[in-house]
């Protein structure tokens, strides 16, 4: 590549963090932040532990309790995790020994990896970051290369420094027009992979751009990034902008003064130059977005709120997954999503459970009350949301509509805590995966933003929120 | 790392699209900080009739007294997507597994799967319908050949199918290799990056005790 090539953000990041070229056409390439959690960073820790490689520099690593933490109220370290206990105690021990930054269940920064990672500002535009958790790009949002990784590759990171790893293929994902009224981050992305598929961006990045991104709060570009993994996509970038720099001034880890200002210079730099080439282009018209709703057991399986299970399965998938899906739904072919009736709902993960997330949710909570029978959880992202919600009164909004108000983590996303719906109950939920079996026994999960969710937990089914925005 | 080079064994028929982590493993079913005693939860949804219980479901694939050794899986699309837990890999391996044949593999998946000495096969799905229909019919047996050297999947009735893999992964399989052995060779490349980083990108190196401000 000659100097005066013009480069995609994704290369600007890649050439940044090359230590070199590996043979088989692999590089080695530098990590700057790994973050883990007690489910899969403790496995590495240990392991690391267990080979004697001692963390290169413990100082540019973090942990955090967030995935077998009890969210209860008034929570310690006990969970109906099974064996939760040990996960808990394992990552406090391997965390001091080698000498690494923990969140603990009781600090006042404690919550779920990719809310508290921006909140302290460890994640940083331009930067490479992986956690052992496939929603580390998440943190793409502000311009780093963040991308989930095994406990394997953890310990790798941990122990050198440096990745190996291939080029991703890069696609540009051009979203235009604007989002309607109580249209979401969440419903462009559950619109691009029932469009693109769950494997539909496997192994590449997804830079996303365009007036419809740009015009995006920091938590609405983090939403759409979470579900890049959905798309089987290694990670999802968007370039730092001017909202993105004042979001991260003075966050904890973020540098100071004359440091700041150098950073922010490097920074500015990080956008495609204008002639750069991608190896796909997507593009889509928010304007044409509607609230989306999962029917089946994959992030691709959803359709607009107001439409109606498919007729047949996915051109060129197996007939056997979309008749799966559609009997473990206990759904029709050509039934309308709309009116299903529902046993629960759960706003919270890392995908939907940001302070601008549980706003949207209060808004349409506030005055109203959930159906009667229906159970209703929200989850804050972290402690630090928790606690601002609270003093705007959110809570107050959450709990006089019917709904539980929990510690932060990543509670019943996926059994965290150990906690899980009942068999075979309907579930309309803020979170990311509507597989078999996540959020409890044979549960069946409709994924939906948050507004739809709390529409929905008032209606006692499923419902369009816009009529009763306020 | 377990070396692989090739092997001879029962293949078994698992043709469904973006099979997910959370059904190779379950999240209620990894109850200890480790790498073991995985292997009785994996596909503990589908393998057994109830959820939590242990009485096996007879119509499951690997409960049929024909894929009771099965070391091969022949799958869909996007195989292991969703959770990046590396205890579905732990899980696939204990039981025996030795090696997946699937159109694609999510990413972090493949990644975790070349890491654990399992190899990870890309084929298209013409070719594993192919090899299914041979496997269902069970006419010349129920196992096939997958031979990494020659990047090979060779059936008994003498059909071959050449896959596709990355080149390191292939390499690193061939030998057991350990990446981060591999990687300390570069020890001193990589002091050198850090060295000329630090002036480039001050903010990026953290001082530990001192960031620790309010």
New interface residues.
């Given amino acids: 590549m000659s100097a005066a090539a013009p480069l995609s953000l994704l290369d600007k990041l890649w050439l940044?963090h090359l230590?070199?070229e590996?043979?088989?056409?692999?590089a080695?390439l530098?990590i700057?932040r790994v973050m883990l959690h007690e489910?899969?960073g403790?496995?590495a820790l240990?392991?690391l532990a267990a080979?004697g490689?001692p963390v290169l520099?413990?100082?540019?690593a973090f942990c955090t309790m967030d995935h077998v933490v009890d969210t209860r109220p008034g929570r310690g370290d006990a969970t109906l995790?099974?064996?939760g206990e040990?996960?808990i105690s394992?990552t406090r021990a391997a965390t001091r020994e080698a000498?690494i930054r923990l969140f603990d269940v009781d600090d006042p920064d404690q919550g779920i990896v990719h809310v508290i990672s921006p909140e302290l500002g460890i994640v940083?535009p331009?930067?490479t970051l992986v956690c052992?958790?496939?929603h580390t790009c998440t943190q793409g949002a502000f311009g780093a290369l963040a991308w989930?990784?095994?406990?394997?590759?953890a310990?790798?990171a941990l122990?050198?420094?440096?990745l190996?790893m291939?080029r991703p293929r890069s696609v540009r994902v051009t979203l235009t027009g604007a989002v309607g009224a109580g249209v979401t981050a969440k419903d462009l992305a559950l619109t691009l992979i029932t469009r693109y598929g769950?494997?539909g961006g496997?192994?590449a990045v997804l830079e996303f751009c365009g007036p419809a991104v740009t015009a995006m709060d920091m938590a609405q570009r983090m939403t759409l990034c979470n579900m890049a993994?959905?798309f089987?996509?290694?990670s999802a970038l968007i370039a730092p902008d001017e909202r993105t720099l004042d979001w991260l001034q003075g966050r904890?880890?973020?540098?100071v003064g004359e440091?700041?200002e150098?950073?922010v210079n490097?920074w500015r730099q990080l956008a495609s130059d204008p002639e750069a080439r991608f190896d796909a282009e997507w593009s889509l018209d928010a304007t044409e977005v509607a609230p989306m709703v999962t029917w089946g057991t994959?992030p691709?399986q959803a359709v607009a709120v107001h439409a109606a299970v498919p007729l047949e399965p996915r051109p060129?998938?197996?007939t056997?997954?979309y008749r799966?899906a559609l009997h473990y739904m206990g759904l029709q072919p050509g039934q309308p999503l709309a009116g299903l009736p529902l046993d629960a709902a759960f706003i919270g993960s890392c995908t939907n459970s940001r302070l601008e997330d549980l706003r949207s949710a209060a808004s349409v909570l506030r005055g109203r009350r959930i159906a009667p029978g229906l159970r209703a959880i929200c989850v804050p992202g972290s402690t630090r949301v928790r606690r601002e919600a609270e003093a705007e009164g959110l809570h107050e909004v959450f709990l006089a509509a019917g709904f539980e108000w929990r510690e932060a983590g990543c509670s019943m996303c996926?059994?965290?805590g150990?906690e899980?719906f009942g068999?075979r109950e309907r579930v309309i939920s803020s979170t990311n995966?509507n597989?078999?079996?996540?959020q409890g026994?044979?549960t069946r999960t409709h994924l939906a933003s948050p507004e739809t969710v709390a529409a929905s937990a008032v209606a006692g089914c499923i419902t369009d929120p816009r009529p009763l925005l306020n | 790392m377990q070396a692989f080079t090739q092997l001879t064994a029962v293949a078994a028929p698992l043709f469904r699209a973006n099979v997910d982590t959370d059904i190779i493993i379950p999240s209620r079913e990894i109850r200890g900080v480790g790498k073991q005693g995985l292997a009785e939860g994996l596909f503990a949804g589908w393998r057994y009739r109830e959820i939590g219980g242990r009485e096996p479901d007879p119509d499951f694939v690997l409960n049929r007294p024909e894929f009771r050794e099965t070391k091969i899986l022949l799958t869909g699309e996007n195989f292991g997507c969703g959770s990046s837990r590396e205890h579905a890999v732990w899980a696939l391996a204990e039981y025996g597994i030795r090696a997946i044949i699937a159109p694609s593999f999510a990413p972090i998946f493949e990644n975790n799967c070349v890491r654990n000495g399992v190899l990870p096969a890309r084929l298209p799905s013409a070719a594993i319908e192919s090899l299914i229909a041979g496997l269902e019919a069970g006419r010349t047996g129920r196992e096939l050949t997958v031979d990494l050297e020659a990047c090979e999947v060779r059936g008994a009735d003498g059909c071959i199918h050449a896959f596709s893999i990355d080149k390191e992964a292939r390499q690193m399989l061939l030998v057991g290799a350990d990446a981060i052995d591999l990687t300390l060779r570069h020890r001193d490349e990589i002091e050198a990056f850090l060295d000329r980083d630090r002036q480039l990108r001050p903010w990026v190196y953290l001082q530990g005790e001192r960031d620790e401000r309010p």
């Fill in positions: 940044s230590v070199r590996l043979p088989g056409g692999t080695l530098a700057d489910r899969t403790s496995v240990r392991g080979s490689r520099d413990p100082r540019r995790m099974p064996g040990a996960f394992a000498g940083l331009g930067l052992p958790d496939s989930g990784i095994g406990s394997t590759e310990e790798h122990a050198t420094g440096t190996r291939r769950a494997d496997s192994g993994t959905e089987a996509a290694v904890r880890y973020a540098p440091t700041w150098r950073a490097a994959s691709e060129g998938r197996p056997e997954s799966r996926f059994f965290a150990g899980h068999t995966r597989f078999e079996s996540r026994p044979a």
